[in-house]
């Protein structure tokens, strides 16, 4: 299938509309996910979306196994996994003092772990846009009526159907009759704002701009087998690529209280952050576009008005660590399109659909939480914050909440140093609380407390020194805290 056609001609202007059991607006991931699953089990869905391409922007490239599983379900996992098998490995992430130099530490991703001895899939490192393009061959062959260019512009609900109004890629209107609508046209979705559903989280965590360029980025990356990567600067880079390995995308935090990005990242300080990202001369690459972006943790306060369901981005947003977003508005897909077979087909009653709010909002709830606290553990909440004091200088590290500002501006820290700063009750906060399963990587310890002397004073770990009380010592992870 074209990837840029629709499926089908738009009904003539002036004649009956259209009629599907599930009407789906946005083609996206979790869009199209959803159109799959219901065609697959014999449900025929009409999915509207204005764009006619993919995106090109860089967005999931992490499938966890029970996402496989689904597809799996649906004949689509091998498709995917074929991909991957003609790709580069990427199995950790890493933080760097550039792309090109040496490795700080890194860390193997938990998509990228077996789960043979739990599952029947394996998780799969495969770039969002070459899964889209096999979800919308598969959904088109088992019987979705996919029309890309076609823009949704209203809707309204009367009794037992939703009934839509749609522009098609000529710009001649149309309707369609649905039992069912589904909103997954993303974090700014018109249907969830036209319901007044509000949102529980943060709305604006941290601003980033995101520079994106063309590059071969195999001689940097050597085989090394790293999915992504942080690059230990300032503005604390985020270094992502696609997975063709030739082209990639350079996100940098800024404070919008006292940065206008659209003055402040020129072409000439876009090359030059690009630049020192990749570790690489600016006639090695060409800066291809900026976008500034908000990083966000929130959740909708319902999924569902009658007929119409939110699910994705429409229903929550979460910090992209860890990948989480696409994974998780995937499994409210399978979730509410299980449902809505069982109840179109007649084998449930409508009061079966109820519980897709109850078994997905909680989930969404926890998982927002845990991207939000994996994004303050490797510093990505906030522009001001450093990526990797030491674990026991809690002093030189930023508050939790993430407008406020640290305590200290300045922590000139290395390792087997001491940098003295006085903690108060700061020293003591407990971290934000990481939930690891049995495959991944275990947390780092908290440090130890310091040696203390009879006189009232404590050792520092590091230097062997005499420490008055509320004195901390910011060096190693190793080293501990004297009050």
Known sequence: MNENAST??????????????????????????????LAARGVAPILVERHTGISRRLRAKLFHPRTMEAYRAVGAADDICAIERDRPRSEFAAVVESLSGAEIRRWRLPAADDYSAVSPCQGAMVKQGDAERVLRMRAATDGADLRFGHHFVEWEQTGQRATARVLDDRGVPYTVEADYLLAADGSASSIREGLGIARSGDLALASSMELTFTADLRPLLGGRALALAFADQPGRPFISWTTGQDAGAVSVGYDPATTDPDTAFTPDRSQAIVSEALGLPTASFRVTGARPWQMAAWVADTYRVERVFLLGDAAHVCPPVGGFGANTGIHDAWNLTTKLVSVLLGDAGERLLDRYEAERRPVAELTVRQAAAR???????SPVRWPWWPACC???????????????????????????RRTGGT??????????SRHSRRPRRRARPARRSSAGTGTCGCTGGSLPTGAACGTCRSCGTAR
């Open 375 to 381: 994004s303050d553990a490797v510093g990505c909440a």
């Open 394 to 420: 809690w002093a030189c590290r930023p508050s939790q909440r993430v407008r406020r500002r640290p305590r200290h501006r300045t922590c000139a820290w290395r390792p087997g140093t001491c940098c003295g």
């Open 8 to 37: 089908s001609s738009s009904a003539p202007h002036g004649t009956a509309p259209d009629r599907a059991p599930v009407l789906i607006v946005g083609g996206s991931i979790v869009g199209v996910s959803a159109a799959l699953f």
């Open 427 to 436: 020293a003591s906060r407990r971290r934000p609380r990481i939930i690891t």
